[in-house]
């Protein structure tokens, strides 16, 4: 049986792994290898890197933090941030990522999903989407949450997917660090929006929150951050509770 | 000893680079169609899109060096769409090798890809998985499966939305695994050290 996904999830500032709470306050958190390397001895089930750096020089450290982290893993590798064409994604590809997370820029020249997976296939790519919600409804938001775009989210989540998306990385800005369990009802309509696999990132609190997330709602994976790197849980504690559940993992001694 | 990895341009050789290096062997990403023929073991990566794959696989000649190793029983992993390419005809678009019969459909499933972590069931015994537990779990990312003519050729299946489908396959020197070994954690490297010791050595 297909085993549902834990991934930890590595935001990265100028080399270094950083956290904050609802895309603020990022505090710094440690090594890139040597964090994912840990959580892979855990039991993770592929690693995320975001680079979350405001600067180009920031930028352009993250091939090789790419390729260091890619080399001390056995596990997929998925790395994102800035990415604005499809040369930017075969560099990253190219040091080591197995896929690579689209943003901003897929919203601003849709097209770019498609090229990147003509060229490697649209397993290799995610589109990664964050959503924070206006009023009654949830809308999507570029450039580390501080752009707001208008756009429904459930709606472009449907478009990304029809654009060549192999993957959707879904974020609730406002469960972003916040402990307090995933925002269902949305991840559910994602599910059904999009048939590809879909991503809940953002709201873990506890291992309970992961439970209730594979059994109400159809996603693939769970990403998470502050939890693991708090050291408040591990990645085996939650899949063993996750196994205890019914939930299908994949399971290393 | 010499692995020789195709590389068509086509994205992520790097990890597969960094396991047979853990496992000692010196990986070689080439394009060189005397290289390729001449490795100790030649893999077809899983990485790229079908049609950009088999185009440029004949585009560089390299198809000529995979006959050749195939003729006299040469090793030759298929990985993913690497294996992939050891069929004839996919419904991608684009054409493989030919040197397995069979066809190379898309998945019947409601959620493409196929994507993470399954269970791979014996079907047969090889060597080459001696060191792999019925139901172990290996890394999958493919939306696109094999149906070889020769059922004797199947060594492991998975199940997906329902169905099974060929998971490894193996004849004579030629050994294709649709999950990515390279990315399976400690079976998958389990599976690449075996592949080295009983398929080349």
Sequence with gaps: MLAKRIIPCLDI?????????????????GSPVELARAYEQQGADEIVILDVSATAEGRSSL?????????????PLTAGGGIKSVEDAAALLRSGADK???????????????????????????????????????????SGGREPTGRDAVDWIREVHRRGAGEILLTSIDHDGQQGGYPLDLLQAATA???????????????????ELFRRTDVSAALLASLLHEGRTTVGAIKRQLLREGVPVRWTA | MKVAIMDLGLGNLRSLEAAFLRLGALPVPTADAVELERADLAVLPGVGAMAWASEALSRLGLDQAIFARAAVGRPVLGICLGMQLLFGEGSEGGHGLGLLGGTVPRLQAPR???????????RRSHPAFRRVADGEHFYFTHSYHVVPDATETVLATTDYAGGAFVAAVAQGGLLGVQFHPERSGDAGLRLLADILEVMVA
């Design chain 1, 13 to 29: 500032r100028d080399g270094r792994v950083v956290k904050g709470t609802s895309f603020l306050g990022l505090r710094e958190m």
């Design chain 1, 63 to 75: 091939r090789e933090t790419v390729a260091q982290v890619s080399d001390a893993l056995t596990i």
């Design chain 1, 100 to 142: 690579v997370a689209i943003n901003t820029a897929a919203f601003r020249r849709p097209g770019l999903l498609a090229e990147i997976a003509a060229r490697f296939g649209s397993q290799a790519v995610v589109a990664a989407v964050d959503v924070r919600r206006v009023g009654l409804r949830v809308e999507v938001f570029l």
């Design chain 1, 193 to 211: 929006a999009a048939a590809c696999p879909v991503i809940a990132s953002g709201g873990m609190g506890s291992v309970e929150d992961a439970v």
């Design chain 2, 112 to 122: 493409l890809p196929h994507m993470g972590w399954n269970q791979v069931h014996l």
